[in-house]
Every structure is written in C-alpha cells, then in structure tokens.
C-alpha cells in the first residue's frame, strides 16, 4: 500500500488499514463498558470502582505515545507496531486473568501501552504522504471509518455476554490485535524514509519535546482538540454510570445509545469532509466547538434537573460527542500541518494530551459529588468551554501570521 501519490490523496485502502489501528483504543475503551456491572458484581465493588479502569487506560496511551512517536521518528513506522501490537495481545490475555479490579487496572494499563502504538503510526504516515488540506481530508475519512468502532464495540460487546462471561470480550480484543499483526505485516509499507530519518539520543527527544510544545503553530490547535476531545472521554467515563444505573437501561439497549452518539461523529466527520473545498480549516473548527458547547450546556442543563427526560439528555449527548466530528480533524490537521519529518513526535506530543485530558477528567470525576448526569454535564461543560476559547486562539495565532 506504499503508492506513489499527490500531496492531497491517498487510497481507501491505505485509510481503512489506518483505521483498523486507529480503532483498536475505541474497541478497547469501549467494547466492555455493557459489562462494568457484571465486573462489578464479580469483583463485589462497584460499577464505578470498575470505571476507574477507563483512566488507568487513558493513562497508558498517554505514556505509550511519548514513547512510540521519537521511536517513529528514528527507526520508521513499521517496526513500532510490531512491538506495540503484541504487547497488546498478550496484555489482553492478562485482563482475562484479573482475579480484582486492582489486577485489571494494571492489565489495562499495560493493553493501553501496546495498543496506543497504532494511533500514532496512523497519524504520522498520513502526515508522511499529504499536506493540510488533504490531511484534513484524510483525517476526517479516518474518523468516518474508525466511528464504525464505538458504534459496534458496546452491541458486539452486548452480544458477547448474552452468551459468555466478561472474561470472553478481552479474548476477542487479543483476537482482533493478531489480525492486526497479520494486515501490518502484509500490508504497511514503511512511509517514512531512511534519510528523512531523525538520530536523536534521548536528551535530544526530549530538546524536541520541548521545541515541538513551544511552536505556536502546533501548541494552539493541540489544545484545541485535546479540550473539546475531553467531552468524549467524560461521557465514555460517565456513560455506564449515567445510562445504565441512573436511568435503566439494559446492556444491550445501552449499546444501541451508545452507537447513536458515536454515529453522530460519523455523521459531522462526513458534513466536514464535504465542507473541505467550501469552509476554510478555522471555520470548520469553530462550528465544531460551538455544537460541543451546546451539547455540553444541555448535558448540564438536564443534570440540574429532576428526573430530566431521557430524550433531553440524549440530545444533549449526541450535539457534545458528534461536534468532535469537526472540531478533531481540523485541530489535527492545523496542529500537523508544520511538523515535517517530526510528525511521530508532535503525533505522540497530541495523543498523549488527548488521554491526558481523558485521564484528568476520570479522576477529576471521582472526587465530584453529585449525581453521575451532573458530574458529566460538569467536566463536559468545563472541557467544551475550555475547547472553545483555545479555538479563538488558533483563529488569533493564524491572523498574526498572515498579518
């Protein structure tokens, strides 16, 4: 799938493959979440106890980033997944083996180092082959293609259990890392070249760290889409808590709720897309973070309510996940768009925010008082809010430039 193309386009065949690994953190974040009530009862802790295992993983792919991406740089795209992907596999097998919660959150930790691997490589090869606009492009097929995950993940997840245990759904997710093995070893080819190739010791990784977070040009659109990517990471932390215990509904319902929201991301990612050769990259960002804030503002608006109707805070759930249809391509793509043979680093440098971002509100979560809604209208609120104001500093940065 190494073809020789123009800046602005790329294979369908090449974006599904980088989806494929891009969907590995959706499948394993959200593949399980219809079974945090059957762990729990397991474990005899609680559902949100067990949700504590989200964070640990968010934790991991925050770490594993930083390391993959320099790692990319220097050796290539290839050879990092090969060790990323199986140390997912075989963490994926100690997950069965969890005896407590305690147990399980390290072997998610561990599944999130290996898994986080294809993320960054997928990011980077695309930077590798295309310039902005076809990025954003690229970025935006990616997200449409990869939304098929956290769509499917909680229905497959739902019919795993109806007739295995919980154990049966982690030894699927091991399953679906050695197809990825196999595709990458038939299918990758190497995207980035020996001689574009950075030689860094590790004082100079972390020289670069530091001069990729200094670049305005990078630093302004990655706090862009690391805030407004905080509101899906509140609501995948809140969801079996909010859904399934405040408001009933069973696993496989809750799978259904859970895919329409992750469809809209689908959705706004296509109307982005078609929106590329109409609305300039800033614009597409702005109406993107201003459907999170709206999202959000209902989300919290129901929290505050009594008894808020079901429909009311799907709504609200549907507008703060699907904005990130829009607000994350274009954030990616601005953020991207300098970074050259550096890709891998600046990559890792957004990923590990991102989770960072999806950590912080997890813990951030469990020390908020009141019921599960209103703690997710909370943290999305702030999130959103936040998102909102580092857009107009892209939009700032960028009118300085052209000035």
């Known amino acids: 799938m190494s073809e020789s193309r123009l800046p602005g386009q790329y294979s369908i065949a090449w974006i599904m493959l980088l989806a494929l690994l891009t969907a590995l953190g959706p499948l394993s974040i959200d593949m399980y979440l219809p079974a945090l009530p059957q762990m729990a009862s397991d474990f005899g802790t609680t559902t949100r106890m067990v949700a504590n ?46 005896q407590n919660e305690w147990s399980l959150i390290l072997a998610r930790l561990v599944q999130a180092l290996g898994g986080c691997v294809g993320v960054v490589i997928a990011r980077a090869a695309i930077r590798d082959r295309l310039d902005v606009q076809g ?12 939304g098929i995950a956290p769509i499917a993940a909680p229905a497959l997840g739902a019919m795993v259990l109806e007739f295995f245990h919980w154990q049966a759904i982690f030894w699927l997710l091991a399953l679906i890392g050695c197809v990825c093995l196999l595709c990458i070893h038939f299918f990758f080819d190497e995207t980035l070249a020996p001689e574009k190739r950075l030689k860094l010791s590790p004082y100079q990784v972390v020289t670069l760290y530091a001069a990729i977070f ?11 889409g ?16 909010v859904l399934m215990d405040q408001y009933g509904l069973g696993q496989q319902q809750f799978a259904y709720a859970f895919g329409f929201n992750a469809l809209g991301i689908m959705i706004v990612s296509s ?32 929290g505050l309510i009594s008894d808020a109707p079901i429909a009311m805070v799907m709504a609200g759930l549907f507008l703060a996940v699907s904005g990130l249809g829009m607000t994350g391509p274009n954030a990616m793509a601005l953020a991207m768009s300098r970074q ?3 890709a891998g680093t600046a990559s890792a440098i957004m990923g590990s925010m ?30 959103s809010g936040a998102g909102v104001i580092a857009i107009f500093a892209v939009a700032r940065q960028l009118k300085l430039q052209k000035a």
């Open 135 to 146: 990025s954003a492009q690229a970025f935006s097929s990616m997200m449409i293609v990869m």
């Open 340 to 342: 050259g043979a550096r």
């Open 214 to 224: 200094k670049d305005t040009s990078f630093r302004f659109p990655m706090l862009a």
């Open 53 to 98: 295992t989200l964070p640990a993983y968010f934790l991991g792919l925050a770490i594993g980033q930083l390391v993959y991406g320099p790692i990319s740089d220097r050796i290539g795209r290839k050879a990092p997944l090969y060790v990323g992907l199986t140390l997912y596999v075989v963490a994926s097998a100690l997950c069965v083996l969890a």
């Open 226 to 241: 690391c805030l407004t990517g905080g509101v899906l990471f509140s609501y995948i932390s809140s969801a079996s808590s």
């Open 354 to 383: 991102q989770f960072g971002c999806g950590l912080l509100g997890g813990v951030i979560l469990n020390f908020l008082v009141w019921n599960a809604l209103l703690n997710m209208g909370i943290m999305m609120m702030l999130f």
């Open 271 to 302: 109307i982005n897309k078609k929106l590329v050769s109409k609305l300039g990259t800033m614009t597409r960002l702005k109406i993107g973070g201003f459907i999170q804030l709206t999202g959000a503002a209902l989300v919290l608006l129901s």
